[in-house]
């Protein structure tokens, strides 16, 4: 849930040359001045309702474009939402939005670059450092990698556990000084500053410590596994 059409399970298929296949589509067209007028919640309105997800195309009023892998995200909020943080620890647990809200906040500032060719510039995100969760768990030594899991159902995201430990590596909860709204990944949602948009994985629900990297759901579709973006490679790869 991050942030993509689905190309089906036959190959991979990029998103940006799958929606060169189909064109720009009348829905988006026809949704644009609603999308504008309505900002942001209209832009929700619509693309919940948009199994194409051809309204992703126009920008929100921040510059975000929504996508979602599946027709329909459920909504979760203070009394619903729960992160479940398990697999190769010592202390699994689960964490309410209340109880993250509790932890130390860290703000990370970046610009988020997405493959299909937008950018919206020094964007804060603020939230609680991964590696502080993965600390209160406790990984075992047999720990290499971590993946997410998420409350549409359907996507998937991970990191070894080197990445997922990083300072610009959050659980966010906040996007530009408010919390995140639905329709941006909220409540909760991962955020790796130094890659693409597509390791931020939205409507994040589980943290599964795993003794290998296991390929998300665009990976598994031809993306790269280490989604860095130019100049934020790693000096020692």
């Not at 990297?213 to 934020?232: A, F, K, Q, S, T």
Request: glycine fraction near 12%; proline fraction near 7%; include cysteine.
């Amino acid at each position: 849930m991050t942030d993509g059409l689905d190309p089906g399970p036959e190959k991979p298929v990029g998103r940006r040359v799958f929606l060169a296949t189909i064109g720009l589509g009348a829905a988006a067209v026809a949704a644009a001045p609603a999308l504008r007028r309505g900002g942001d919640a209209g832009l929700s309105a619509v693309a919940e309702n948009d199994p194409t997800s051809l309204s992703g195309l126009v920008p929100s009023s921040g510059g975000f474009r929504y996508f979602s892998v599946v027709g329909s995200v459920p909504r979760k909020d203070a009394t619903s939402y729960r992160l479940d943080v398990g697999g190769l620890v010592d202390r699994p647990s689960t964490y309410t939005l209340d109880a993250l809200a509790a932890l130390p906040q860290t703000t990370v500032t970046h610009d988020v670059v997405c493959t299909d060719g937008w950018q919206v510039e020094q964007v804060p995100f603020e939230g609680v450092l991964l590696s502080d969760l993965l600390d209160a768990a406790g990984v075992q030594d047999e720990g290499a990698a971590v993946r997410f899991t998420c409350f549409d159902g359907a996507y998937s995201e991970s990191l070894t556990l080197e990445q997922a430990r990083r300072a610009d590596v959050l659980v966010a909860t906040r996007m530009q000084g408010e919390p995140i709204a639905h329709v941006s990944g909220g409540p909760v949602r991962l955020y790796v500053a130094p890659m693409y948009f597509y390791k931020s994985a939205k409507w994040l629900s589980g943290i599964e410590v795993t003794s290998a990297v296991r390929p998300g759901y665009w990976e598994e579709r031809g993306y790269p596994v280490d989604g860095w973006l130019p100049g934020e490679e790693p000096v020692d790869g």
